[in-house]
């Protein structure tokens, strides 16, 4: 409440009449309704096994303490369709004469130590302070829109005005269905009407009457003084409806404090606060000043109780209603400090866990290209894993060879043109030898004719068949893997064919030097140009050399080889070397890794990595579990203190033991009463409207039907959608892998320590030979025992025959 110079405002909280307060420098309040002495307080009790007394608020009490000394009727109605039987000293429903609730009439004591503190209010004294600064009272904002609406061209008498806020009290507890408090609450106001009714209410003074009943009813715990707390604390959002109900008490109260008392005058407005002696005294020394009414001030802390007051008093797990067994007030107050100590450290705990674990996160992305795939693997090579659409390719898709043969192949020298040159350009054979390089070079040089074409057959024939071997592969295989794998491909395909060629090409060598085979043109010694050099191929001198003993008249075309050529060979290279290279100088390979991964084309591709410090991460997850760490510690925390300091109980003079049957139907209906009044939207303090309590009951039932239903669709979603969870195992056995490759073909993914091992590490061929091959026939002694036993060491055949 703000004051100005001239005057002072004290507050108290205690529930007591003003003039119990006052000293002898106070001026005496002497309306009418606030001379009554009220030493009785009415309880209700809120169950009916157990004592759990509840004060009727300070406006009930008033009215039923009317209705119970004016003794006109046994009964009175208040609000809630309740009705109170002052006779057999109960509550029950007016429509349900089964709800009924015991009621209580107590006599407070001398020292009113027995005084209820009110819920809604201050819990502990104001503590004193120095002076802060008041809002000065012309500018509170409700009685100055009011006096622009209402009262700044019209004509009004306080009695008006007394009127107005009474109708305005009765209209705010209809809509708030608190009928018979607004109606006691505007009695009393009709009852000091008449002390207005000659007095302008734009120029003069609020009678004293009216103003201390104002402020008396305002003091009052009902609805009537929160709905104007409410209007205080948000004046900006006030309605002209709630302007012209409400304001009209509140203009009277406001003037009333501010012009009606001088210096010395001091109007005491209490609040349900125990005070004693001594605080009494400190408030009639100090001169507080609080801005607008106190329970309304947007500073409570200028009102309230200090900081370390209300951390003493913080309490989580308070009773409803609210308990007065000390015992029960310890274990609560423990139970919150308990609660909260452990919140804070698991909340502590858990953001340093989340912030520190390294979470491993799957990702995967469809549909990569060459460079996309290039990008990830370079971040995730040890994790990525892209699965091959197509598990095999043809080594055709991605290796190309294109032989480059040696230039004899391409040259004259192995062309009819330059075999019928030498057959021309010799003289007759009866005049030459058999040995004669013009005799026998046709042949010599068909033969390496030969040669080249089988060379080029053998290898268009082997590049087919390697071409139409499969790659096989279920990952797509990252380019260093491949080109490696590639070129091993290409290497033993290149063994593969000289070693099949050398093989046939030596059959037939060795072939003919063992049969001794003599061709009909006597040319067997043509092949020697297979182990002579072909360093006259390049040489100008040698070829005109050569021929000058052809006697060649005619003129050549034929040229020798192109000695700048970039060859493999050197120019001393027998023919035998060369041949036995398929006469290839080079391979010309190439290997597209762009071809190798089009055909593969992988749909998706799946790729983990590990990180910690993640913010976002850390938040989501405090926020999913601390719903459920404070509904656990909520649970854990009052049993837990209860378990431990249980309250000593008197123990029973008799033990009535009832049986088996009737404990078991006792314990039927107690679960029962109790589901059928599972309330989780009670309000607090509980109303006695039957109809908000349907509403709640029936929002508790959908509440729990729909909290189910999430349940159950959320454990089915779960349950249905697929997962990613990546499982790595250090060094498998082989048992371990075939399990795991059986399980899991399509995502297992194992990283090779080497790229390349050699053959016999994991394979080992056992041939079995012909029995030929371990028979005496072929052993020495049986060859030395045909050569000394031939009858003719020319003619071998014969020794064989015969024997």
């Not at 797990?317 to 919150?336: G, M, V």
């Not at 993640?614 to 760490?629: K, R």
């Amino acid at each position: 409440m703000s004051c100005t110079s001239s005057a002072s405002v004290y507050v108290t909280n205690e529930t007591q009449p003003v003039h119990s307060l006052v000293e002898k420098n106070f001026c005496l309040l002497s309306a009418p309704v606030l001379q009554r002495s009220r030493n009785f307080q009415w309880y209700w009790n809120l169950t009916k096994d157990q004592e759990q007394w509840q004060k009727y608020t300070d406006v009930e009490n008033e009215f039923i303490e009317d209705a119970y000394n004016e003794k006109v009727t046994t009964e009175v109605e208040i609000d809630g369709n309740y009705i109170i039987d002052f006779e057999h000293l109960v509550q029950y429903k007016k429509k349900d004469l089964h709800k009924q609730f015991r009621i209580k009439r107590v006599q407070l004591d001398g020292n009113r130590t027995n005084v209820h503190l009110r819920q809604a209010r201050f819990a502990t004294p104001v503590m004193l302070a120095a002076a802060c600064t008041p809002l000065v009272l012309q500018k509170d904002p409700l009685p100055k829109q009011y006096w622009k609406l209402e009262l700044e061209n019209k004509i009004k008498t306080m009695a008006d005005l007394v009127e107005d806020a009474a109708l305005g009290i009765i209209k705010e507890g209809t809509a708030l269905g608190k009928v018979h408090e607004a109606r006691w609450l505007a009695k009393q106001l009709f009852t000091v009407k008449h002390f207005g009714n000659d007095v302008r209410a734009q120029y003069s003074r609020v009678p004293r009457e009216i103003g201390e009943t104002c402020v008396y009813l305002y003091t009052k715990e009902s609805f009537w003084y929160k709905s104007v707390n409410d209007l205080f604390r948000k004046p900006e959002a006030v309605t002209i409806d709630q302007l012209k109900t409400c304001a009209p008490f509140c203009h009277l109260m406001h003037w009333y404090l501010k012009k009606t008392y001088t210096t010395d005058s001091v109007t005491t407005v209490y609040r349900g606060l125990n005070l004693n002696d001594e605080q009494r005294q400190e408030f009639t020394k100090a001169n507080i000043k609080f801005t607008s009414f106190t329970s309304a001030t947007k500073t409570r802390g200028n009102a309230e109780h200090s900081v370390k007051q209300t951390i003493k008093c913080f309490n989580l797990f308070a009773s409803r209603p609210p308990t007065n067994d000390q015992h029960d007030q310890q274990n609560q107050l423990l139970s919150t400090r308990l609660f909260i100590i452990l919140f804070a450290c698991s909340l502590v705990t858990l953001v340093i866990y989340t912030l520190s674990v390294n979470r491993t996160q799957t990702i995967t992305v469809k549909s990569l290209t060459l460079n996309e795939y290039t990008k990830l693997l370079k971040q995730y090579s040890q994790t990525l894993n892209c699965p091959c659409t197509q598990i095999t390719i043809p080594y055709g898709q991605f290796i190309k060879l294109s032989p480059k043969y040696h230039q004899i192949c391409s040259s004259r020298f192995i062309m009819d043109q330059w075999f019928q040159f030498i057959i021309e350009s010799r003289p007759p054979i009866d005049q030459i030898l058999l040995s004669d390089f013009r005799y026998l070079g046709p042949y010599s040089f068909r033969l390496l004719n030969k040669f080249c074409k089988l060379s080029l057959e053998i290898v268009e024939n082997e590049l087919i068949t390697f071409y139409s071997q499969t790659y096989l592969s279920l990952l797509v295989t990252i380019n260093e893997t491949f080109q490696f794998q590639s070129q091993s491909l290409i290497k033993q395909f290149q063994s593969t064919i000289k070693n099949k060629f050398y093989e046939l090409l030596q059959l037939i060598v060795d072939r003919t030097l063992a049969k001794k085979l003599i061709s009909g043109l006597l040319t067997n010694d043509a092949i020697e140009i297979y182990y002579g050099e072909d360093e006259c191929f390049y040489s100008k001198q040698c070829f005109e050399q050569l021929l000058f003993y052809m006697n060649a008249t005619t003129a050549t075309n034929i040229t020798i080889l192109d000695s700048s050529v970039p060859s493999q060979y050197q120019s001393n290279t027998t023919v035998q070397d060369i041949v036995n290279q398929f006469m290839i100088e080079q391979w010309n390979p190439l290997v597209s890794y762009d071809s190798y991964y089009q055909q593969r084309h992988p749909q998706q591709c799946q790729y983990t990595y590990s990180e910690n410090f993640d913010y976002i991460y850390t938040i989501t997850t405090i926020l999913v579990l601390i719903g459920g760490l404070t509904t656990v510690l909520s649970l854990i925390m009052p049993i837990a203190v209860n378990l431990i300091r249980r309250k000593k109980m008197p123990l029973p003079t008799t033990v009535n033991v009832l049986p088996i049957r009737q404990r078991l139907i006792n314990f039927y209906e107690l679960v029962e009463e109790k589901i059928r009044k599972f309330n989780l939207f009670e309000p607090y303090p509980p109303h006695f409207n039957e109809e908000l309590r349907y509403y709640e009951l029936l929002s508790t039932r959908f509440y729990i039907l729909i909290l189910i239903l999430s349940l159950i669709i959320l454990v089915l979603y779960i349950s249905v959608i697929d997962h990613t969870q990546t499982v790595i195992i250090k060094s498998p056995t082989s048992k371990q892998y075939t399990l795991l490759y059986e399980q899991h073909s399509s995502t297992l993914l194992c990283r090779c320590k080497k790229l390349s091992i050699l053959y016999s590490k994991f394979l080992q061929l056992l041939p079995e030979r012909h029995e030929i091959c371990t028979s005496q026939y072929v052993t020495d002694k049986w060859i030395q025992h045909i050569l000394l036993n031939s009858a003719s060491k020319t003619e071998p055949r014969r020794v064989v025959k015969s024997a």
